[in-house]
């Protein structure tokens, strides 16, 4: 039997140390961590699908949380599932001691409140993102409201783009000759025409 870690940061920029530390503390050896640099969106990750090879029944998985699996409520029970029944491997989750199926995983009681207790932080944690998402939205909408631009601001046309989309709506020098010119990309200088 043995333990195994999962470690997941969602950029290649965010840190994995302190999930890496919480792993060394609970006893989980480097080479059985599997460690991925990628959004939770989905399983098409490749530490991920390792670990799922790699996993047996009796062994144990350890998670910092309980998002590290997923981010969506749907995935994060049909993993836990895959893992807990299918694999039949325990779970730990070490920022909540609840989800902790290695004892409570063999008496129908513990397995119970291990399920439901899992159930209803996803749903949170689902719930949360949701209601974030929407903030950012509202807020960005108020802001619009008020007008805030969003995005690069518009590049300065050069005094010279006016002499040469008079010349280019003339047939006398192509999109690209003028782009060249210009020293802006072609595609730039056809959206610039056209406005």
């Known amino acids: ?24 503390d609970f006893g989980v050896t480097d080479e059985n961590i599997f460690l ?55 779970i730990v989750v070490l920022d909540m001691p609840l989800l902790d199926t290695r004892e409570k995983g063999k008496d129908l009681t513990g397995a119970f409140i291990s399920d439901m207790v899992l159930q209803i932080l996803s749903y949170v944690a689902q719930t949360e993102r949701e209601f974030n998402h929407q903030r950012q939205q509202e807020g960005i909408a108020a802001a619009k409201a008020r ?6 601001p518009a590049k300065k046309r050069p ?15 192509s999109a690209r000759a003028a782009a060249k010119l210009l020293g802006i990309h072609h595609k730039t200088f056809l959206r610039w025409a056209s406005e």
């Open 36 to 90: 991925d640099k990628m959004s939770g969106k989905d399983f098409n990750r490749p530490a991920y699908r390792s670990m799922m090879e790699k996993i047996e029944p009796g062994d144990t998985l350890v998670l910092k949380s309980i998002d590290r699996l997923g981010r969506d409520y749907d995935e994060i029970i049909e993993q836990w599932r895959k893992i807990t029944k299918e694999h039949r491997t325990a």
């Open 1 to 24: 039997m043995n333990t195994y870690g999962y470690v997941r940061v969602s950029t290649r920029e965010q840190n994995e140390e302190r999930q890496m530390i919480a792993m060394h």
């Open 147 to 152: 007008g805030v631009k969003f995005g690069r």
């Open 159 to 173: 005094e010279q783009f006016y002499m040469l989309k008079a010349a280019y709506q003339q047939e006398q020098v």
